[in-house]
């Protein structure tokens, strides 16, 4: 089991920054791979960074150049540093977890934290 706690959304001007944390309830180490993704209103969730155990590291087109995912270990924790928002990045973010065992994905979702980008 894996418990996430999201946190650092808010309101930021189009160009603005927003920094999220996503808190994990265990070693992130023994998490194969952790992410965020982002729900608009009337959209489907998204994926929009991931980040693997070896801190390894990938984007959706739309944030690449603009979002930066991290980790530290020993906080168990994963950032998402998000730089130049437009508002079209408004949406609920929700940081992800993925544990493989026995081939077998076992996927944790925190709560949920808004992020809301005026013009």
């Known amino acids: 089991q894996v418990q996430l706690v999201e946190s650092g959304g808010g309101l930021a001007q189009a160009g603005g920054s927003l920094r999220l944390s996503c808190a994990a309830s265990?070693?992130?180490?023994?998490?194969?791979?952790m992410g965020w993704y982002r729900q608009a209103p009337g959209k489907q969730r998204e994926w929009v960074a991931g980040?693997?155990?070896?801190?390894?590291?990938n984007y959706a087109d739309s944030a690449k150049g603009r979002f930066t995912i991290s980790r530290d270990n020993a906080k168990n924790t994963v950032y998402l540093q998000m730089n130049s928002l437009k508002p079209e990045d408004t949406a609920v973010y929700y940081c992800?977890?993925?544990?493989?065992?026995?081939?077998?994905?076992?996927?944790?979702w925190g709560q949920g934290t808004q992020v809301t980008v005026s013009a």
């Open positions: 992800h977890a993925r544990v493989i065992i026995a081939f077998t994905n076992n996927d944790y």
């Open positions: 265990r070693n992130i180490l023994s998490i194969d791979t």
């Open positions: 980040i693997s155990t070896g801190g390894g590291t």
